[in-house]
């Protein structure tokens, strides 16, 4: 039989330290039967340039550049649309995958809708900081998992996805991450896989879209802030996924409703007796059958309403 085509969607955008290296790790994929779909978000650098070069010498390399900037959500979006193959593998311009990552993850897959694997978290000259992703978090799986509204531990760079899962996923919502929506839609479907396994390097640098993986910065009253502006951001993209996926029709729809409710008023100084009884209700929607379930959305509840003491200090 032969080997699926895989299709790459790589976003760009000012993206020249360290486009070259992640083309490189990209074509040197043990897993052959691949196109890499290369989408430019009108860079102002040499990032056009690189892959313009790049693609002369490989013929799996296609780019494509908007004519006015998208952001990366809207970006990704395109990307995806232009992808011929059966599986999809989101890629950012400033990580470095290792050689096995599209064949470890096909292999892995089986009949669920998307899989992903680990991260090493490597600074911006690619030296190790000793950290993963999965060593600081407890990484997703399986299905019908509301959770991912409110704690997503899918990395779009990480990640690989049938095709036939967009329909189910777009179009994005706004206020919510691509990559934490597919894995939120593929819950909802077929399910997700994880594979314990370091696939990439993930750059954190000063210009990365996420701060994911960054060291805390600032003196005290900074961080009070910061940590602050997080706790609304974080509140924000919990009821903006919520609110959709309330809005479709996935199973979770009941759960969802209840939650995203209960949480608006809990976030609007109303009581949070509700709150706690939504997550318990739908403690199942949120963390399947396991006999955690219920300690589990209480953690959560508990995670909440801190979340939201923290927003309103610095308000």
């Given at each position: 039989?032969?080997s699926?085509?895989?299709?790459?969607?790589?976003?760009?955008?000012?993206?020249?330290?360290?486009?070259?290296?992640?083309?490189?790790?990209?074509?040197?994929?043990?897993?052959?039967?691949?196109?890499?779909?290369?989408?430019?978000?009108v860079s102002?650098d040499?990032?056009?340039?690189?892959?313009?070069?790049?693609?002369?010498?490989?013929?799996?390399?296609?780019?494509?550049?908007?004519?006015?900037?998208?952001?990366?959500?809207?970006?990704?979006?395109?990307?995806?649309?232009?992808?011929?193959?059966?599986?999809?593998?989101?890629?950012?311009?400033?990580?470095?995958?290792?050689a096995?990552?599209?064949?470890?993850?096909?292999?892995?897959?089986?009949?669920?809708?998307?899989?992903?694997?680990?991260?090493a978290?490597?600074?911006?000259?690619?030296?190790?900081?000793?950290?993963t992703?999965?060593?600081?978090?407890?990484?997703?799986?399986?299905?019908?998992?509301?959770?991912?509204?409110?704690?997503?531990?899918?990395?779009?760079?990480?990640?690989?996805?049938?095709?036939?899962?967009?329909?189910?996923?777009?179009p994005?919502?706004?206020?919510?991450?691509?990559?934490?929506?597919?894995?939120?839609?593929?819950?909802?479907?077929?399910?997700?896989?994880?594979?314990?396994?370091?696939?990439?390097?993930?750059?954190?640098?000063?210009?990365?879209?996420?701060?994911?993986?960054?060291?805390?910065?600032?003196?005290?009253?900074?961080?009070?802030q910061?940590?602050?502006?997080?706790a609304?951001?974080?509140?924000?993209?919990?009821?903006?996924?919520?609110?959709?996926a309330?809005?479709?029709?996935?199973?979770?729809?009941?759960?969802?409703?209840?939650?995203?409710?209960?949480?608006?008023?809990?976030?609007?100084?109303?009581?949070?007796?509700?709150?706690?009884?939504?997550?318990?209700?739908?403690?199942?929607?949120?963390y399947?059958?396991?006999?955690?379930a219920?300690?589990?959305?209480?953690?959560?509840?508990?995670r909440?309403?801190?979340?939201?003491?923290?927003?309103?200090?610095q308000?």
């Amino acid at each position: 039989m032969p080997s699926p085509l895989v299709s790459v969607a790589l976003c760009t955008c000012n993206g020249e330290a360290y486009i070259e290296a992640q083309l490189a790790s990209v074509l040197a994929q043990t897993h052959r039967e691949l196109e890499l779909v290369v989408v430019d978000d009108v860079s102002n650098d040499r990032t056009v340039e690189i892959v313009e070069e790049a693609a002369r010498r490989d013929h799996r390399i296609q780019l494509h550049r908007n004519p006015r900037r998208l952001g990366v959500n809207a970006n990704f979006a395109r990307a995806f649309a232009l992808c011929r193959g059966d599986f999809i593998a989101p890629c950012d311009q400033d990580d470095v995958w290792s050689a096995r990552k599209l064949e470890t993850l096909m292999a892995a897959i089986g009949d669920a809708d998307l899989a992903y694997g680990d991260s090493a978290v490597v600074d911006a000259e690619g030296r190790p900081t000793g950290l993963t992703l999965g060593g600081q978090r407890r990484m997703v799986r399986g299905q019908g998992n509301v959770a991912l509204a409110f704690e997503n531990t899918v990395s779009g760079h990480a990640a690989l996805f049938r095709n036939t899962l967009l329909p189910q996923a777009l179009p994005f919502p706004e206020g919510v991450w691509s990559d934490g929506w597919l894995a939120f839609a593929a819950s909802q479907r077929a399910g997700v896989v994880y594979v314990d396994e370091v696939m990439v390097d993930f750059r954190r640098h000063a210009d990365a879209q996420t701060r994911i993986g960054h060291a805390p910065r600032g003196g005290a009253p900074d961080r009070h802030q910061r940590r602050a502006r997080e706790a609304r951001q974080w509140l924000s993209t919990c009821a903006a996924a919520l609110d959709a996926a309330a809005a479709r029709p996935w199973p979770c729809r009941e759960a969802a409703g209840a939650l995203s409710k209960t949480l608006d008023d809990a976030n609007a100084g109303g009581s949070t007796m509700p709150l706690w009884q939504a997550l318990l209700r739908h403690r199942r929607a949120l963390y399947g059958d396991g006999p955690l379930a219920a300690l589990r959305a209480l953690r959560l509840g508990g995670r909440i309403l801190s979340r939201i003491r923290r927003a309103r200090s610095q308000a």
